[in-house]
């Protein structure tokens, strides 16, 4: 399969006045310019990007930008927002004269500020039935009874992407996955359980991502951590001898002690695997799990080659059913990263809703009449429900939000970092390298280094005034709304997990507290989830969500920037390639077959989001960079073999073992979209 060395450019969208290209002029494309114009013409001719509009078919030019010759990507900055933009890469000659190389694909840019379009209507989601301006008697009727005054939505969305890795003795990134497990999710799950034994009905939502699915059944990595947790338990009774002295730190010794043993029952009870758990939590209708693409890749990026978006999902939402044993009712798109193009895929698989930012809410058209209190739907029945500002500050703000109580522990002073090594070092990395352990003795304070003891019984006080103050913030905010409203609203707070747990260690008590006092009767809410609450409210106002995400300044600028746009071209090039592979190889032989299945895994784990964000914040960005590299270098070596009928099987089942992922994986999801 010959590779055309033609021109190219690709054009993506950082925000609603930002864009980025990337493209290749090949010396053989400059060597035809120079015959056809003559020698001297690359000297005295300049490089340009021209900007196009594109409106009902009609193209009108924006701008023209002078670029240096010798760059190979570019940052177009607009006036607007909204439009379809497309881009012409060529050399305007002396006589200005441009002579054209390559067109772009065409992206549509969000929308910057409110729609302008108030006009109203109404889609029936659970019948699709067409939009119509006024439903009101149906809608009623429909909706019947509701004792009270709203619901509100809790959602937490568990993701760790795949770190696996049997090849290393001691690999650093597999702690994500342990402290993840021992901090967060274990706890969680045993908050879901007290609830249940303490007959408090309730309701919560959870994304409980492919890769997280995966690694939380390995049993390599179960194993692992086994040995992790084992070894947090012996750290804590040496910690009680070695404290036995002060009153104050061997209380927490012993607390510490207790934990990790609670922790490991837990983990014996639902047999090893949490999987378990969330599964009995969501049959018996506790739970709603919702799905996300495969390897969470950040969807918008990758729509250059369609297939490999459409196939980041088919790979998800199949996982997802293999696991929980029925389909997913919504989805947790990646980074909340929504664009026009999602909604007819997201339709294909069945998906009844996202979970969206407040931007592609508050700016979507026609503008929604109750902001991001009720849920809005695509044309074709797919509803988007719009995160609630308040609640998140609440939470998530670094300056009055609840976890930087000065009463919480203190999450950056661990025993790992300050004890000697000859005592540490069998708890830490086997290099030498501190780390955490789990065990920190000091509260947050105040801004200042001379922290003071933890104490945990003041800080489960303030769990439980600060999980009663967020019970009577949603009461109040439900109240306020709903005397303005001639629906049901919701408020829909959407977390990610291992915020509760792991950065705010007293989350998973906040999150108790929170349901418990939720359950009681003078709430003027219910909980609820997304799912629930459109099987009791199917008429949803239609309306085209704002393209956007969950990150900085609500748009994809996180993701693709000077920092790490590097990545695109390979991830793109690649999709390309596996397509022109799913294509080709109709009726594999097994060999083959192994190798294709092996190369759409190695695409699907380079594409995951976090890489780009752990290199935009600047943190762990050598792995990331390598996870990006390997997984480029095995596929391109995949790719090779294939097509040179030269498959190297010892090297393939070496690939196999490592990057073990979806078992039952097709590579044929990736033939083109007709």
Not at 325 to 333: M, R, S, V, Y
Request: hydrophobic share 35%.
């Amino acid at each position: 399969m010959p590779q055309i060395d033609k021109p190219k450019i690709v054009l993506m969208v950082q925000s609603a006045n930002t864009l980025f290209c990337y493209y290749n002029i090949s010396p053989i494309t400059l060597k035809e310019f120079t015959d056809k114009y003559g020698e001297g013409s690359l000297q005295n001719s300049k490089a340009a990007l021209k900007v196009y509009s594109v409106d009902n078919g009609v193209e009108k030019e924006l701008q023209t930008i002078f670029i240096d010759p010798f760059a190979d990507n570019w940052y177009i900055h607009l006036d607007k927002g909204d439009i379809d933009v497309f881009v012409k890469l060529g050399r305007y000659l002396e006589n200005n004269t441009f002579v054209e190389f390559a067109v772009s694909n065409i992206v549509t840019t969000p929308r910057l500020g409110e729609s302008e379009d108030r006009r109203v209507y109404y889609i029936d989601v659970s019948e699709q039935q067409i939009p119509t301006k006024d439903n009101n008697e149906k809608r009623e009727d429909k909706q019947g009874a509701f004792m009270k005054k709203g619901y509100v939505a809790l959602v937490l969305h568990s993701h760790i992407p795949f770190i696996r890795h049997p090849e290393k003795e001691d690999a650093l990134e597999e702690r994500w996955l342990f402290e993840a497990m021992s901090e967060c999710y274990i706890p969680l799950i045993g908050v879901y359980d007290k609830l249940i034994d303490e007959h408090i009905d309730f309701k919560i939502t959870m994304s409980i991502t492919p890769t997280l699915m995966a690694m939380l059944q390995d049993p390599y990595l179960n194993n692992k951590y086994i040995v992790y947790l084992k070894k947090s338990i012996e750290l804590s009774e040496k910690e009680i001898v070695r404290n036995k002295n002060n009153k104050q730190l061997s209380k927490l010794a012993e607390f510490y002690n207790e934990r990790f043993n609670n922790i490991y029952s837990i983990y014996k009870k639902y047999d090893y695997n949490l999987m378990n758990a969330f599964k009995k939590f969501d049959k018996l209708g506790y739970l709603e799990i919702i799905t996300c693409s495969a390897t969470h890749g950040l969807l918008p990026l990758l729509s250059v080659n369609p297939e490999t978006v459409k196939a980041q999902l088919a790979i998800g939402i199949q996982y997802y059913m293999d696991i929980i044993g029925h389909e997913p009712k919504g989805i947790w798109l990646p980074e909340c990263a929504y664009a026009y193009s999602l909604d007819s895929v997201l339709k294909e698989f069945g998906i009844r809703y996202f979970i969206s930012e407040n931007k592609a809410i508050v700016n979507a058209s026609q503008r929604p009449k109750y902001g991001t209190y009720a849920p809005i739907s695509t044309s074709n029945g797919i509803c988007a429900f719009g995160r609630d500002m308040e609640s998140s500050y609440q939470v998530w703000s670094s300056f009055n939000g609840y976890p930087g109580d000065y009463n919480y522990r203190e999450f950056y002073r661990d025993i790992g970092y300050e004890l000697p090594m000859d005592y540490i070092a069998p708890y830490i990395d086997k290099k030498g390298i501190r780390i955490d352990t789990g065990i920190k003795y000091y509260r947050v304070t105040g801004n200042t280094e001379n922290k003071d003891y933890y104490n945990r019984e003041m800080a489960m006080k303030k769990a439980k005034e600060h999980g009663e103050h967020f019970a009577n913030s949603r009461h109040n905010q439900i109240n306020t709304v709903s005397r303005n409203m001639d629906e049901v609203p919701i408020i829909v707070s959407p977390y990610d997990t291992e915020l509760f747990g792991h950065w705010w260690f007293e989350g998973p008590n906040f999150i108790y507290e929170f349901i418990k006092k939720s359950s009681e009767q003078w709430t003027s809410y219910e909980l609820t989830t997304p799912g629930t609450y459109l099987e009791e409210h199917p008429f949803v106002q239609c309306s085209r969500p704002c393209p956007s995400s969950w990150g900085e300044n609500s748009d994809y600028s996180v993701w693709v920037n000077p920092s790490n746009d590097w990545i695109y071209r390979d991830l793109h090039s690649c999709g390309g390639k596996m397509i022109r592979l799913a294509n080709t190889y109709k009726e594999p032989d097994n060999l083959e077959k192994r190798a294709l299945n092996q190369a759409a895994r190695e695409l699907l784990l380079a594409e995951s989001s976090d890489w780009s964000f752990i290199i935009k914040n600047n943190t762990t960005v050598q792995y990331a960079a390598q996870r990006i590299n390997t997984h480029i270098e095995r596929f391109n070596k995949l790719y090779e073999e294939i097509t040179n009928e030269s498959i190297d099987e010892k090297n393939l089942c070496i690939i196999e073992d490592l990057d073990n992922i979806f078992p039952n994986i097709d590579y044929k999801l990736y033939r083109s979209i007709n």
